[in-house]
């Protein structure tokens, strides 16, 4: 029995998506293409790139791990 392997690639606009069928037509690979049902909702994109922010501009709080762990005791 032979392995299948599955490959994911996420391409960015029209040209390498056509790229990608012609690629895998020529090799006659099987393929599907599938859409995101749903995107991200942006105001949890906003909130996470808000905090990758604050986290460069130093406005983040740095705990150790006995630190949280003494939250637990």
């Known amino acids: 029995m032979q392995m299948q392997n599955t490959l994911i690639a996420h391409p960015e606009n029209t040209d390498q998506i056509n790229a990608l069928k012609a ?3 020529a090799l006659k690979i099987k393929f599907e293409i599938t859409v995101a049902e749903k995107p991200y ?3 949890f994109v906003d909130m996470v790139l808000s905090a990758k ?3 460069k501009d130093g406005k983040s ?3 150790t791990a006995e630190q949280f762990d003494d939250l637990w005791k």
């Open 23 to 25: 690629v895998m037509k």
């Open 53 to 55: 922010q604050e986290i």
């Open 61 to 63: 709080l740095t705990v």
């Open 41 to 43: 909702n942006q105001e």
